[in-house]
């Protein structure tokens, strides 16, 4: 099984280490040097503190710590939109699949962390869910070759990317202040080292709410595969490590049901991917 890191906090510090599934082993105060996850990604280090690990017994057990989201202080979030086929059709405006993707930025602190809620603000209650892959950049790159974009993969982890739906239609040519409400997101439980490119290549995603299916997809179906992502991103902007790629979702968020089929307080979200894990949130209301 591959390593699962973790960030965490646990005693009233943050911290980073390996998620047993028993429990998490520390590994931050072994390694002051590298005090985040984002550091020992950009020194190319992970298997070697993952080493350091290996055989150690627990030292907080799952019930004592609250996982983080995993880069909690990543570069740049980028994330790519409508980029299954049958998300581009969902929009019923009779446009070709498009010639190039779609791009927005969202912040750090629209996320929040695995098995923690999602927050419903009171100014609008179309809070959606949206499953998808995001790829975490090991080695920092400007105007890659799509042949060349694994080599520039550190890790994946999963990504809720909830959206205040009414809100990006606020303006005309954005999409950003639906995207970007504080922890109205989740990335998690943690980052497993991209090793395989078969950890891409047609791996399923599927997302729930409340135990039903509502995404359900193979990610070699992407319009736009990852490997043409970082190609493209890295054109006009140097990718450096700890910056990360969500990379779409499939057809079947509450948006295009009819009526709409958004989440409310109470509502438990889990997006499942192979060779990743399950991230799970559940739902409730901004307390101001």
């Known amino acids: 099984m591959s390593p699962h890191f973790v960030t965490f906090t646990a005693q ?15 590994l931050g105060p072994g390694n002051p040097q590298l005090p985040s996850l984002r550091d020992v990604i950009t020194a190319g280090a992970l298997k070697e503190v993952f080493l350091q690990g290996a055989g150690r017994a627990d030292d907080y ?15 740049k979030i980028l994330c790519v939109g409508v980029n299954f086929p049958d998300r581009n059709a969902e929009y019923k405006d009779g446009s070709a699949q498009p010639q190039y993707m779609s791009l927005f930025p969202r912040f750090a602190s629209s996320f929040t962390g695995h098995d923690r809620p999602l927050i419903r603000p009171p100014e609008n209650h179309t809070l959606d869910y949206e499953g998808e892959v995001a790829v975490v950049i090991g080695k920092p790159g400007r105007r890659i070759k799509a042949q060349d974009a694994y080599d520039h993969i550190a890790a994946l982890t999963l990504c809720n ?30 980052l497993v080292p991209f090793t395989n490119p078969a950890q891409l290549d047609g791996a399923r ?19 736009f595969p990852v490997r043409e992502q970082i190609a493209y991103i890295s054109t006009f902007t140097t990718l450096q490590p700890g910056d990360i790629i969500v990379t779409g979702t499939p ?21 499942t991917v192979e060779g990743i894990g399950t991230l799970r949130n559940t739902v409730q209301d901004e307390a101001i």
């Open 12 to 26: 009233g510090r943050q911290s980073y280490g390996l998620h047993t599934g028993s429990g998490v082993i520390d």
């Open 61 to 75: 057990s799952l019930d004592q710590v609250t996982l983080e989201m995993p880069i909690p202080n990543p570069g």
């Open 161 to 190: 990317e909830g959206t205040i739906r009414d809100w990006v239609r606020h303006a005309k040519f954005n999409v950003t202040q639906g995207k970007n409400w504080d922890n109205s997101g989740a990335m998690g439980p943690w």
């Open 251 to 271: 057809t079947g968020a509450g948006a295009r049901f009819d009526p709409p089929r958004y989440l409310a307080p109470g509502d438990v979200v889990d997006v």
């Open 205 to 223: 995603i599927v997302t729930r709410v409340n135990g039903e299916v509502r995404q359900d997809d193979r990610l070699e179906r992407m319009i």
